[in-house]
């Protein structure tokens, strides 16, 4: 019964921003780790950026200075703040969490970044 429900993405040109959220609901979203990944066309999916349990985070490098992961464990939410995107950042993004040692994803949301 685990869901992850992606919103917010869109269309924007480089340099704006985008706030992406993820609604959870199934599991005590509290204790688990919640993260992002990406997938650009012909492109392998990629962590854009995880939040554990206990709040620490990490990026990766292409993004790191530009993104922002939070969560709110009252809302069951993990948002990712998107600012100075680029081209580069085009791809559908997807919600994940691991639990019970199953991976689940959420249905995506894709993201362009075009003048």
């Known amino acids: 019964q685990v869901q992850l429900v992606e919103s917010g993405g869109g269309l924007a040109q480089p340099g704006g921003s985008l706030t992406l959220s993820c609604a959870a609901s199934?599991?005590?979203?509290?204790?688990?780790?919640m993260a992002w990944y990406r997938q650009a066309p012909g492109k392998q999916r990629e962590l854009v950026a995880r939040?554990?349990?206990?709040?620490?985070?990490n990026y990766a490098d292409s993004v790191k200075g530009r993104f922002t992961i939070s969560r709110d464990n009252a809302r069951n939410t993990v948002d990712l703040q998107m600012n100075n995107l680029e081209p580069e950042d085009t791809a559908v993004y997807y919600c994940n969490t691991i639990r019970r040692g199953m991976n689940y994803w959420g249905q995506g949301t894709q993201v362009t970044v075009s003048a």
């Open positions: 939040i554990g349990s206990e709040g620490f985070t």
């Open positions: 199934g599991f005590i979203f509290r204790l688990y780790a």
